[in-house]
């Protein structure tokens, strides 16, 4: 086994290998070669989890990427036809993109561009930046090997930012925003070539041809990021706000309120928790008026699940809100009642939104105390008691052992006192009389 396969086995999960194999089945059955490349290289060699699968394949990438979703159980997210690209919702909460191993040439700026089939070589040459532009073969012959044609490795390791090809922006100026974006979320410097393109491309106005929406990603892949504020602040002084809305850079540009946000993100909840940035959203779009709140959450093209959730999210965080504070609450199962059926959304607009120590205070313990304290109750726990799964008497009789385990006074711990030690006789002998 290669050092970088050992590397891989160990940052992926469970349901993470198992879509890697049955994609390397599928590639083999079909004679074709796939490789893991993208983000997903990057965030491996960079030691950090590897949040999103990306594959590339020598042909047929819609059609495999829709055997892999039907052989897993997962379902079609999205699809382009044109660069033969389709990404994927896989069990296990794991998003995967497949994409054909292609070259792009484009006539203009933005534009739409000419596909052809092209090598491994090629097609990591045409990407980004280098650091998205390292593969590790997955197939039967050269499984573990890597494929580095522009030295992406070295930046990961000297902690550069630099395009992979001197046309990067020209191509797709939506670049322009994820550059700015992996400066802040990873902390790498830009290269002086790249810093130089950077300005260059903004000169020329290569924001006319970029998209509102693509901004809006990356917002939105930046939301719940510690660095978050930075990088609108960057985005807000170069002028690359302005493809979203001309009316969210500078003063109403909420930095001190998603400043406020984030502490109450990262100081309160616990690493890994999922959700949340719809709450962002509320904050970032503060200052706005109607009409400017409207054409920002448009861009963000929310599905229709969260435009539902967007919709009540003030008035379910004002209701949590009168529940959390209401003098009724006297023990911490009361808080677990009110906190444990809410969303992150509520939670973080609710500690962002509410001034109230009592309301702050319970959010607090209900992270800090309860939530570990009924995580203790386990399903194994649970059918020890005879209940059956899935079954109304199961889910009650859980409820009534959280609601006891939280309840339950802290045992006191008895402290002996030391027994006295013996005094010594004066003198070293018996007196005599």
């Known amino acids: 086994m290669s050092?970088?396969?050992?590397?891989?086995?160990?940052?992926?999960?469970?349901?993470?290998?198992r879509a890697v194999m049955e994609l390397q089945r599928l590639a083999t059955a079909a004679n074709m070669n796939v490789w893991l490349t993208g983000g997903a290289m990057r965030d491996m060699l960079r030691g950090a989890p590897i949040r999103d699968l990306d594959f590339t394949v020598e042909h047929d990438a819609v059609k495999t990427g829709k055997a892999l979703a039907q052989a897993l159980g997962g379902n079609v997210i999205s699809e382009d036809p044109l660069k033969r690209w389709v990404e994927l919702a896989l069990p296990g909460n794991i998003t995967a993109s497949i994409g054909n191993s292609r070259t792009e040439k484009y006539a203009k700026s933005g534009g739409k561009p000419q596909i052809a089939a092209a090598t491994i070589h090629?097609?990591?040459?045409?990407?980004d930046f280098t650091i998205n532009a390292i593969a590790l073969s997955l197939n039967r012959g050269s499984r573990g090997l890597l494929v580095d044609p522009v030295n992406g490795q070295a930046d990961l390791m000297n902690r550069e930012l630099r395009t992979a090809n001197p046309y990067a922006f020209f191509d797709d100026p939506n670049r322009l925003?994820?550059?700015?974006?992996?400066?802040?979320?990873?902390?790498?410097?830009?290269a002086?070539?790249?810093?130089?393109?950077?300005?260059?491309?903004?000169?020329?106005?290569?924001?006319a041809t970029a998209s509102a929406a693509a901004l809006a990603t990356e917002i939105r892949a930046a939301?719940?990021?510690?660095?978050?504020?930075?990088?609108?602040e960057d985005l807000s002084a170069r002028g690359m706000l302005n493809p979203l809305s001309t009316s969210l850079s500078g003063a109403k540009l909420n930095a001190a309120g998603l400043l406020r946000f984030g502490k109450g993100a990262h100081?309160?909840?616990?690493?890994?928790?999922?959700?949340?940035?719809?709450?962002?959203?509320?904050?970032?779009?503060?200052?706005?008026?109607?009409?400017?709140?409207?054409?920002?959450?448009?861009a963000f093209n929310l599905t229709a699940s969260e435009s539902a959730v967007w919709k009540k999210l003030d008035a379910q965080t004002t209701k949590l809100e009168a529940a959390l504070k209401s003098t009724r609450i006297h023990k911490p199962s009361q808080v677990w009642d009110v906190l444990s059926p809410a969303s992150?959304?509520?939670?973080?607009?609710?500690?962002?939104?509410?001034?109230?120590?009592v309301v702050q205070d319970r959010v607090r313990a209900y992270y800090e105390k309860y939530l570990p304290l009924s995580e203790e109750i386990t399903d194994e726990l649970v059918l020890e008691s005879g209940a059956k799964p899935n079954t109304p008497k199961f889910d009650k009789t859980k409820r009534a052992m959280i609601t006891t385990r939280l309840?339950?006074?802290?045992?006191?711990?008895?402290?002996?006192e030391p027994e006295p030690a013996p005094v010594a006789a004066v003198g070293g002998g018996r007196a005599r009389g």
Do not use: C
């Not at 550059?179 to 830009?190: I, M, Y």
């Open 3 to 17: 050092d970088y396969l050992f590397m891989l086995e160990n940052h992926l999960d469970a349901a993470q290998n």
């Open 122 to 127: 090629a097609d990591l040459a045409r990407r």
């Open 177 to 190: 925003f994820r550059l700015v974006r992996f400066q802040h979320a990873l902390g790498f410097a830009l």
């Open 192 to 207: 002086p070539r790249t810093r130089s393109q950077l300005d260059n491309a903004l000169l020329e106005d290569y924001l």
């Open 223 to 232: 939301a719940l990021d510690p660095n978050a504020v930075p990088f609108l």
């Open 267 to 298: 100081g309160i909840l616990p690493s890994g928790y999922e959700g949340g940035w719809l709450a962002f959203l509320s904050v970032l779009v503060e200052k706005l008026n109607i009409r400017e709140r409207a054409e920002v959450v448009r």
């Open 344 to 357: 992150t959304d509520e939670v973080l607009l609710l500690l962002y939104r509410s001034g109230i120590r």
């Open 407 to 416: 309840n339950a006074r802290p045992r006191k711990i008895e402290v002996l």
